[in-house]
């Protein structure tokens, strides 16, 4: 019954004396520099410390997920405008890959996916080669570069997912792979020589996202016993005489105040928590149950005003 109920709200988701004394002096611009060089040292033992943290590799590495790209149209899409008449008849494209993230520099940086140095080579397993899909024509099979990159961005802020909603994952997984061959079933297409890229929410600190999990039932547990508090409250005003009602005032005024910020909490996990579906790798990096999945819209360089990303659909993973 508990259980029920906590799940029904889940879904609500240093000094110098200087003196005449000039061996005291001394003493004291020796111990001066001392204590100065002391700090220093221990200054950039920190500073190395963090930057050797901040360059250390995500549990994402060397993980192993199955992804399915579900090509076609998608609210908010100009590829009919660019390519006119593109999946009109609302058929998908449906295509399988077998990805393995690395820890192995990439030799290419692209704008979107992040920084050149923080990218990362992203394999095409061959236990999805060929990657093959059926057609009005038959079977057909895809190819695939051998290599893309990857990167995971850290936003300071609220984003939107697939869905339009707000929310704070760890980071922004984006990653990028090329479509030599191009595919096409019916009047969706992707083009030959076509790079497409990829982006989806990962939490890739699992111990963090256990205590936050921890704390978020936590404060689902106290909101239902508010709410049961307040039920068992207006039934007993039911009896009540006027004054006594005034007396209770204030308290429950007080009971709303806590109650809202409790709501603010529960809200707060519900947008940096993994959503319910999420993709759980063994090493329990997890991965959004969808992402979106964009083409470049022109040949603009992402530095000059008017390049853009076009919507082409959307992708899941599940781990190997």
């Not at 982006?199 to 600190?205: K, L, M, P, Q």
Request: charged share 25%; hydrophobic share 30%.
């Amino acid at each position: 019954m508990e259980q029920g109920r906590i799940s029904g709200l889940r879904r609500m988701r240093y000094s110098y004396r200087d003196g005449n004394d000039h061996t005291q002096q001394h003493h004291g611009r020796a111990l001066f520099r001392t204590i100065s060089l002391l700090i220093l040292h221990h200054t950039t033992k920190v500073s190395a410390l963090a930057s050797q943290q901040q360059k250390q590799p995500s549990p994402l590495t060397e993980t192993k997920w199955k992804t399915r790209l579900d090509v076609g149209l998608q609210p908010g899409t100009w590829m009919p405008k660019r390519f006119p008449g593109w999946a009109e008849s609302g058929a998908r494209l449906g295509l399988d890959l077998d990805l393995q993230f690395l820890d192995t520099p990439s030799s290419t940086g692209e704008t979107l996916v992040g920084p050149k140095d923080s990218t990362f080579r992203l394999k095409i397993l061959p236990s999805s080669i060929p990657v093959r899909f059926v057609s009005e024509r038959g079977q057909e099979e895809v190819t695939f570069g051998e290599v893309g990159g990857w990167c995971i961005q850290r936003p300071t802020g609220a984003v939107r997912n697939d869905s339009g909603g707000l929310v704070n994952p760890e980071g922004l997984l984006r990653f990028w792979i090329d479509c030599q061959s191009g595919a096409r079933r019916n009047d969706v297409e992707i083009m030959p020589n076509t790079r497409l890229f990829f982006t989806t929410g990962v939490w890739d600190n699992p111990f963090g996202v256990e205590e936050q999990d921890r704390e978020y039932r936590d404060v689902l547990s106290k909101l239902q016993t508010m709410v049961d508090a307040t039920r068992e409250e207006k039934e007993s005003d039911k009896t009540k005489s006027i004054m006594e009602e005034l007396l209770s005032f204030p308290k429950q005024v007080k009971n709303a105040e806590e109650f809202d910020r409790m709501k603010k909490r529960k809200d707060e996990f519900e947008s940096a928590l993994p959503p319910l579906g999420s993709s759980v790798a063994t090493n329990g990096v997890q991965i959004a149950p969808t992402g979106s999945l964009v083409i470049k819209g022109n040949s603009t360089p992402d530095w000059m005003p008017g390049s853009e990303y076009l919507i082409l659909g959307t992708f899941s993973t599940k781990p190997l």
